[in-house]
């Protein structure tokens, strides 16, 4: 076999070797989501952030609204399904989980959001599958979000 043809063999394996470890991150991870109890689960990493969380790190503010739980409910979800890459998983009238993937590398990151039956505001959390860090993409979401959420909240 020839240098060039061995270079050009070479170079289409470690191509071919590249594609198919990238696409292995695809969907890779799984979800930890709320527990039977209905709560939902503490971060525990720099890439989650939580209305629930006392801890600086994590903290992030629920969403707020006014009137009804049906409506917010109903806003949230027109919110979600207007953002790109995210998906609606599940939808009850206490609970939603949305998914949110990544356009280049195909990263999942799982949204849930629950509606206590005693107050106005949308308990939420935001958590990344896989890593240590996110670079601050999950609350970059929530906080789009929210602003997307409060933009069509009736007056």
């Known amino acids: 076999m020839s240098r060039p043809v061995a270079a050009v063999l ?29 709560q939902l689960q503490p971060c525990g ?30 806003t949230l979800i027109g919110a979600l399904k207007g953002m790109p890459g995210v998906a609606v998983a599940t939808d009850t009238p206490d609970y939603v989980h949305a998914t949110a993937t990544t356009a280049l590398m195909r990263y999942v ?16 959390r935001s958590s990344s599958r896989l890593g ?15 602003e997307r959420f409060m933009a069509a909240q009736p007056r």
């Open 45 to 74: 990493a720099r890439h989650c952030v939580s209305s629930l969380s006392d801890d600086p790190t994590y903290a992030i503010e629920p969403l707020r609204y006014a009137g009804d739980r049906g409506v917010a409910h109903a």
């Open 10 to 38: 070479t170079l289409k394996l470690a191509s071919i070797s590249l594609a198919a470890l990238t696409l292995s991150a695809c969907g890779m991870g799984s979800a930890s989501l709320r527990g039977a109890d209905g």
């Open 132 to 146: 240590y860090s996110d670079l601050g993409a999950n609350r970059k979401r929530i906080e789009t979000l929210r």
């Open 109 to 124: 990151d799982d949204m849930e959001f629950v509606f206590p039956a005693d107050a106005s505001v949308i308990q939420l």
